[in-house]
């Protein structure tokens, strides 16, 4: 999730424990550790991950990844995954939001 080689971090663990706490009123929303990282799941559906520096990452794909962009996202390698910029990241109800369209387009 993270540079190859990058080993999981106490930051990135705290990070993911952090955001599912806050995204549990979106629903049934769990990390899992991976790839020096953790990801980000609804209902057992990835939608968003923490990479090894506790960066935070949410699926977009369409309208919303040019949403994303737009505000300053830069999309993880070949992945749909963009990164989430410190002025969303540092608003707790604009964040929700975001995680909110991430999980909205889920493919299921």
Known sequence: MGEKGARLTADATARAEQLVEEWQPLGPVTSKKMFGGHGIFHDGS???M???KADVFLKARGEDSRVFEDAGSTKHGRMPYWSVPPTVA???ALLREW???AIDGIDR
């Open 50 to 52: 923490v990479d090894s």
């Open 90 to 92: 540092d608003d707790e």
């Open 46 to 48: 990835m939608f968003g």
């Open 99 to 101: 995680a909110q369209h």
